[in-house]
């Protein structure tokens, strides 16, 4: 009853506030300061990305290519992660990158998105040595930052869509990696709105990331395996 009065108390207060002329200037300029606030960390990714987002054909060579994660279905990529995993088959075979690391969800035995990963690229003939597996890129700050401190990764590639990877970007960039992205693009269907809508809030814990820049979930020692990849392709 308490909560039901309390309720209808605000209501009544914002019907009284709306009701004048000062009010509904009063709320308009609430409104918007919330709007500009929102929006802050979503225009910082794109200001802080300039012209980094590329297309395969005019991605810089890099020595590795990073590709996220989107998501198993029946163990499989989806359609949006095997669309990634495309363009990176394309960077690879065009000379662009020499090794790939494959960076998802590993936390539970019946899903493990690196290894779908992996085992897509090996079917398209990239070869086992060039591929990388990081099993504890559970969001894009982990993949980033473990990238840089576990894989030693300080130049690349990134491949994911075109409304995530401005932000896997500036994340990136902010871990230590000199970092240019090429941007899937996909149907502006209900997942592609979807996405788009979700990277607003996620701008907002990226740019948290970026200033305070935490641990992942999972640190543990420096793996080899991009080292040994670079050095299979000098040979």
């Known amino acids: 009853m308490g909560l039901r009065r309390a309720g209808a108390g605000a209501v009544e207060r914002v019907r009284r506030l709306l009701s004048t002329r000062r009010g509904r200037r009063r709320a308009?300029?609430?409104?918007?300061?919330?709007?500009v606030l929102a929006l802050?960390?979503?225009?910082?990714?794109?200001?802080?990305?300039?012209?980094r987002v590329r297309t395969v054909a005019s991605?810089?060579?890099?020595?590795?290519g990073v590709v996220f994660g989107a998501g198993l279905v029946a163990g499989e990529p989806s359609p949006y992660l095997e669309h990634r995993l495309e363009a990176a088959v394309q960077l690879y075979r065009a000379g662009k990158v020499q090794a790939l690391l494959v960076?998802?969800?590993?936390?539970?035995?019946?899903?493990?998105?690196p290894t779908a990963m992996r085992d897509y690229l090996r079917g398209h003939g990239v070869p086992s040595?060039?591929?990388?597996?990081?099993?504890?890129?559970?969001?894009?700050w982990d993949s980033c930052t473990r990238a840089r401190?576990?894989?030693?990764?300080?130049?690349?590639?990134?491949?994911?869509?075109?409304?995530?990877?401005?932000?896997?970007?500036?994340?990136?960039?902010a871990a230590g990696i000199d970092a240019y992205g090429?941007?899937?693009?996909?149907?502006?269907?209900v997942t592609w709105y979807y996405g788009g809508?979700?990277?607003?809030?996620a701008a907002a814990k990226a740019a948290v990331d970026a200033a305070v820049r935490p641990d992942p979930h999972f640190l543990g020692p420096t793996e080899p395996g991009i080292a040994l990849a670079l050095a299979d392709a000098r040979r």
């Open 40 to 51: 802050t960390p979503a225009t910082w990714l794109w200001l802080s990305t300039g012209d």
């Open 149 to 173: 401190r576990i894989f030693g990764v300080d130049h690349a590639v990134l491949v994911s869509q075109d409304f995530h990877i401005r932000r896997a970007i500036a994340l990136c960039r």
């Open 129 to 140: 040595v060039r591929i990388v597996v990081d099993d504890a890129g559970f969001d894009t």
């Open 28 to 35: 308009l300029q609430v409104l918007v300061a919330l709007c």
């Open 182 to 189: 090429v941007g899937v693009s996909e149907p502006h269907d």
């Open 103 to 113: 960076t998802g969800d590993n936390s539970r035995t019946d899903y493990d998105e």
């Open 197 to 201: 809508v979700r990277e607003v809030a």
């Open 59 to 64: 991605a810089p060579a890099e020595p590795v």
